[in-house]
């Protein structure tokens, strides 16, 4: 089975929409861009499209390389105090002279469409209801429209990265999977990853899993994002895999798809919280 991630994003998508027409929610997106960075321009088109779809309104700010910390920082706290804003996200990367995490860590918590912020994470850590990472909630959800069971599956996430492996684990965690996170210097990865009901590679090294490293009948969920001459491939070698997965997800048009339909669900959540008190 081929977890489609395009008619997921769609179906919710179409759903969401809905949901924004039929409450009357006013929701503002803010984005912003330091630098020129083209894979950036691109994330940030299609982050534009679904939200145009659904009715949500998007205010870019596109800053120079040349931009200071200090400036970024100035507007995000000008984005922080304007109650028109639900949400703000700061693309990575950023030049070298402005400290990311630093930047992101000083969004709003009530605003982080991300997930990224400290009490975001902490409540993540908790177990508590919070904004999750987008990429780690497409996941979820993914697994959960195909009805793939999490709680109790051997689930090995192949990445520590904090924008996916370490959030992850806490997620899968939350839903009762047993979780193992292996990494660059786990010591013969192919015995850890046959043991998985539920893989999920997340390391940006182009192929890395091969068929004889899965279990047969697992499910396979395709993370990384590399470019051979010119064309998108994962971490799993897809063709192959495919022959021993009962569930994998395609590179491009798997995960992707989610995390932008994610980033909406995030929205609307946000939006709910600030309509609430």
Do not use: W
Not at 63 to 92: R, V, W
Not at 98 to 120: E, P, Y
């Amino acid at each position: 089975m081929i977890l489609d991630g395009k008619k997921v994003r769609d179906e919710l998508l179409a759903e969401m929409k809905q949901k924004i027409a039929s409450n009357n929610l006013k929701i503002k997106l803010a984005i912003i861009l330091v630098g020129d960075d083209e894979a950036s321009k691109i994330y940030i088109r299609n982050k534009e499209r679904a939200c145009e779809f659904v009715g949500i309104t998007v205010q870019k700010h596109l800053l120079d390389s040349n931009t200071t910390e200090n400036e970024l920082i100035t507007l995000i706290n000008k984005l922080n105090a304007d109650d028109s804003i639900t949400g703000i996200i700061l693309q990575s990367p950023v030049p070298n002279s402005i400290d990311f995490d630093k930047c992101s860590g000083l969004i709003k918590s009530s605003k982080d469409v991300d997930g990224f912020t400290a009490s975001n994470i902490y409540n993540l850590y908790l177990g508590k209801d919070t904004i999750l990472p987008c990429t780690v909630k497409g996941i979820i959800k993914l697994l959960e429209y195909y009805n793939i069971p999490i709680a109790g599956a051997n689930t090995v996430i192949v990445g520590r990265g904090n924008i996916v492996g370490k959030p992850l684990s806490l997620a899968l965690l939350s839903k009762n999977a047993t979780v193992t996170v292996a990494h660059s210097k786990t010591k013969d990865l192919a015995s850890i990853t046959k043991n998985a009901d539920i893989l999920i590679a997340a390391t940006g090294v182009p192929h890395l899993i091969k068929k004889d490293m899965v279990k047969k009948n697992a499910v396979v969920i395709d993370v990384g994002v590399s470019r051979i001459d010119g064309h998108i491939v994962g971490d799993v070698d897809y063709d192959s895999v495919f022959k021993v997965a009962s569930a994998i997800t395609p590179n491009p048009g798997g995960v992707g798809p989610m995390t932008v339909a994610m980033i909406i669900d995030n929205l609307i959540m946000m939006k709910g919280r600030e309509n609430n008190g």
